[in-house]
């Protein structure tokens, strides 16, 4: 088939579903020269080469280490939603977003086939998104409400926004070996930046057994019995320097809770306050805080 392009929504330049490594799409890591993973071996390989967040999230990007996985994102990609016709899909792993030294992160799930697999950026381009960012703007942790595209000029200020499985699943449904394949990259990102890190806003209950597990395999210590998920529910851990990290429970802002009315936007203000003072970030818009 021959390649179609497409303009971004946002700098108008032409792209091909999904993206070209390195082809000029905003914020894309990658260049054409990127060390590709193909298994989950190649994952823990490439994950420990590299040198830092930056080189890390360009591997992330370009990785097919699960094949149902890359089928999906890019189908997802190439036959597209009819509302986004018009609009080329990154259809491939999303990289963390926000501060390179959080004391706050926000633990998804994995992208979403028409949100964060066409814009190319966590929590953008659905709906559980812009009720997320949207909270975070309320809270002045993000620069902007408002979230459309890469490239849109969103800040997050001294909170990171990072998932447990970087491409977009069937049904949202990652398979186990899917998940515990994405730890070794999630694995890789929490080690450079969970010494920063003060507290962990973990939506749903894969976002917080998917923290839990990750302080336990970076030598950190969780209490037993595991503590449950629930909304609002705090779970203090210790990182493997022995100092606390706060994991707060959140429902996910998904269709299926705000809709439902399970999940309230006060709902979700009040766990992003909690989440903003357990982590210091006390200081409102504009600064790192660290
Ligand atoms: Fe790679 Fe993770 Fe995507 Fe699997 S889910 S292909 S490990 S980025």
Not at 74 to 99: I, M, N
Not at 138 to 145: D, E, L, V
Not at 164 to 181: H, I, L
Not at 269 to 279: H, N, T
Request: charged residues 20%; neutral net charge; proline residues 7%.
């Amino acid at each position: 088939m021959t390649a179609q392009f497409l303009p971004h929504p946002g700098t108008g330049e032409l792209f091909t579903s999904p993206v070209a490594a390195g082809s000029g799409w905003p914020g894309d890591p990658a260049t054409p020269d990127t060390p590709i993973a193909h298994s989950c071996a190649d994952v823990v390989a490439e994950a420990a080469a590299a040198k830092n967040l930056a080189e890390l999230g360009a591997r992330i990007s370009v990785c097919r280490a699960c094949p149902r996985l890359v089928d999906w994102r890019e189908q997802a990609a190439e036959v597209k939603r009819r509302s986004f016709a018009d609009q080329p899909y990154w259809g491939r792993p999303l990289v963390g977003f926000g501060d390179d030294f959080p004391k706050l992160l926000i633990m998804g799930l994995a992208p979403a086939a028409n949100g964060g697999n066409r814009t190319g950026r966590m929590f953008t381009g659905d709906q559980a998104g812009d009720w997320l960012f949207r909270a975070l703007h309320r809270a002045g942790i993000a620069s902007k409400g408002e979230v459309e595209y890469a490239g849109d000029g969103q800040k997050l200020f001294g909170a990171r926004m990072i998932s447990a499985v970087r491409c977009a699943p069937p049904d949202n449904k990652p398979s186990v070996d899917e998940r515990d394949c994405c730890a070794g990259w999630l694995d890789a990102e929490l080690a450079q930046l969970l010494p920063w890190v003060r507290a962990v806003i973990a939506l749903g209950g894969f976002g917080w057994d998917a923290t839990l597990n990750a302080v336990r395999r970076a030598g950190g210590t969780v209490p037993t019995p595991k503590p449950k998920f629930g909304h609002g529910e705090v779970a203090v851990v210790h990182k493997a320097d022995g100092k606390p990290l706060n994991v707060i429970g959140c429902y996910h802002p998904s269709q299926q809770n705000t809709f439902t009315g399970k999940l309230t936007e006060k709902m979700l203000d009040d766990v992003v306050a909690r989440g903003q003072d357990l982590a210091g970030l006390g200081w409102g818009c504009g600064g790192s805080g660290r």
